[in-house]
């Protein structure tokens, strides 16, 4: 079972780290075009980008939470 668990848990990981970053990146992105763009309403395509990634991050991080919650249960 852990040699199931522990590359699934390090594919999450580094999912949930690859999720952050992208999401940084829209954030960068999306205050440069907000200070370039004024009075708009609505929300642009990198303030979507944004939202998605993190919602991304916290999925990932709450699986890897649950496969060493598994690991931990499964050493016992």
Do not use: H
Not at 38 to 63: C, P, S, V
Request: charged share 20%.
């Amino acid at each position: 079972m852990k040699y199931i668990l522990i590359p699934l848990l390090i594919v999450l990981m580094a999912m949930a780290v690859i999720s952050l970053v992208r999401g940084i990146i829209a954030f960068l992105k999306s205050t440069r075009e907000d200070l370039e763009r004024g009075d708009q309403q609505g929300a642009t395509e990198m303030q979507l980008l944004q939202n998605k990634m993190m919602f991304n991050r916290i999925k990932y991080q709450g699986l890897a939470v649950l496969v060493v919650a598994i690991l931990l249960a499964a050493s016992r």
